[in-house]
């Protein structure tokens, strides 16, 4: 069992930065950002391989959310810049069990407990 815990959220003006953070109790393969906002269903924002070398965005994240991985401290990262008032949400950091990317919630296995981002215009 692999607990995540994520960090980094808060509240920040509409054009600001946050950098969250996932911090995983043992090894994790691919590593995922997916986010809940007010009402919505739980949406992908972005993964990161194993290795590293493979990352993919959704498109409301490209140009503007960088995700990143510290293998060494077992930690990812989730840069988000430039935000804006539909990025607030629960943010929510997952870990799969094999090293390829994926998209899709049924895909991840661990999941941390979430952070609030609110964005205010």
């Known amino acids: 069992q692999v607990h995540l815990v994520e960090s980094g959220g808060g509240l920040v003006q509409a054009g600001g930065s946050l950098r969250l953070s996932c911090a995983a109790s043992?090894?994790?393969?691919?590593m995922g950002w997916f986010r809940q906002a007010p009402g919505k269903e739980r949406e992908f924002v972005a993964t990161i391989s194993w290795i590293g070398g493979q990352t993919y965005y959704a498109d409301s994240a490209k140009d503007r959310f960088t995700i990143s991985r510290d293998n060494a401290k077992n930690t990812a990262y989730l840069q988000m810049n430039n935000l804006k008032p539909e990025d607030t949400a629960v943010y929510y950091c997952?870990?799969?069990?094999?090293?390829?990317?994926?998209?899709?919630?049924?895909?991840?296995?661990?999941w941390g407990q979430g952070t609030q981002v609110t964005v205010s215009s």
């Open positions: 997952a870990a799969r069990l094999v090293p390829a990317t994926a998209l899709e919630i049924r895909d991840y296995v661990y």
């Open positions: 043992g090894r994790t393969f691919a």
